[in-house]
């Protein structure tokens, strides 16, 4: 085995015979086995109930509040489109029908 | 919707569409699965457990937000730990990060030996906080989060190639500056 095969796949070797040899004859890839066991001196977090709780309801209040902006975006919509609707409201617009049939004050 | 053990059996893509359709059982689910390794990635990378817990709400606020968004291309793994890589390298950049002594302790240690432990674990935190911005990220991800060279490189959109350099030099320094507590 060589040292880069070794030293990508330190994790998964570990227990792996070719990689214990490997080891036996490698000062170098002792070292980093030894600096990646120290690494895990920096140990981590358990998080509490309370942190997973606060979680789910930061997202529960996210729901709500994008519900409530697809409502809002909903009803713009719906003014939007009631607006268009009264501009044809008066279609042909009187001018309009003046251009296509000429003004008949007679 | 069922209760969450009837979640449990699910696959993260599988989460991710009931998350779509605002399934809050999955969401809880997903949460319990992933929390874990967020917190302890970004309080690797930060060294402070209130901004950790901060940025893990962050990043699991952005999965729901982008849950009808999610296609499964890639490992949901890698998908979510992308997320929390652009957290770290783009918005962490304003914040000034404060040192902070670890918070954990060991029940069945002497007082002696527990300072002991204390002080090369602030050492090593230290040390790993020194790093460079993507050097840090490679090597947590690595060491910590349990990804493959390959999927480390995934998540941070680099090559394979790109990562075994980031953390030699990483691991360099490391050992430059951890090199009395490896004798």
Known sequence: ?106 | MGSTLEYNDKSDEELMALIARRDYNAVATLVSRHQRGLLNLFYRYTNDRLLAEDLTQEVFLRVYKSAPLYEARSLFKVWLYRIAKNVCLNELKALRILEKLPEQKTETESPQEEMIRAEREIRVRQAIEMLPERQRLALILRRFQGLSQEETAEVMETTSEAIEGLLARAKAKLRSALADLQQ
């Open chain 1, 1 to 106: 085995m060589e040292c880069k095969k070794a030293r990508t796949m330190i994790e998964a070797c570990r227990k792996d015979r070719e990689f214990a040899a490997h080891l036996e004859v490698c000062a170098d890839c002792r070292g980093e086995l030894a600096l990646w066991d120290l690494l895990g001196e920096a140990q981590g977090l358990e998080p509490g109930l309370e942190f997973t709780e606060r979680v789910l309801e930061k997202v529960k209040e996210e729901g709500r509040q994008t519900s409530w902006r697809d409502i809002k975006d909903m009803l713009g919509r719906c003014f939007i489109w009631s607006g268009t609707l009264d501009e044809f409201s008066d279609f042909p617009p009187d001018s309009f029908g003046a251009v296509l049939f000429g003004s008949r004050r007679d």
